[in-house]
Nanobody, 115 residues
């Protein structure tokens, strides 16, 4: 059984920073990519950032220049450094693990940006 355990969410003031972490455990085939999605109330889940195993990264336009995704292949872990946070970044953030033909999801961690 594959598990994705997320940590690092919380409440932060506008302009502040948070770092999300996600560790994957269990048995799975080769990883294609790991990433972060988010879902705000009343909105669809959207891609925030992804990092492919060859090192290529993708970012949502709204977070480019503010968020940085990184990974530790040896630990099957992915991280999201979020700087200059804005109220519109408020959402539940989900870790995603994409393997050959299967997507796995974490339970989500709440990020709230508010003064």
């Amino acid at each position: 059984q594959v598990q994705l355990v997320e940590s690092g969410g919380g409440l932060v003031q506008p302009g502040g920073s948070l770092r999300l972490s996600c560790a994957a455990s269990g048995r799975f085939f080769s990883i294609n990519a790991m990433g972060w999605y988010r879902q705000a109330p009343g909105k669809q889940r959207e891609l925030v950032a992804a990092i492919h195993m060859i090192g290529v990264t993708d970012y949502a336009t709204s977070v480019k220049g503010r968020f940085t995704i990184s990974r530790d292949n040896a630990k099957n872990s992915v991280y999201l450094q979020m700087n200059s946070l804005k109220p519109e970044d408020t959402a539940v953030y989900y870790c995603n693990l994409a393997t050959m033909g299967t997507n796995y999801w974490g339970q989500g961690t709440q990020v709230t940006v508010s003064s």
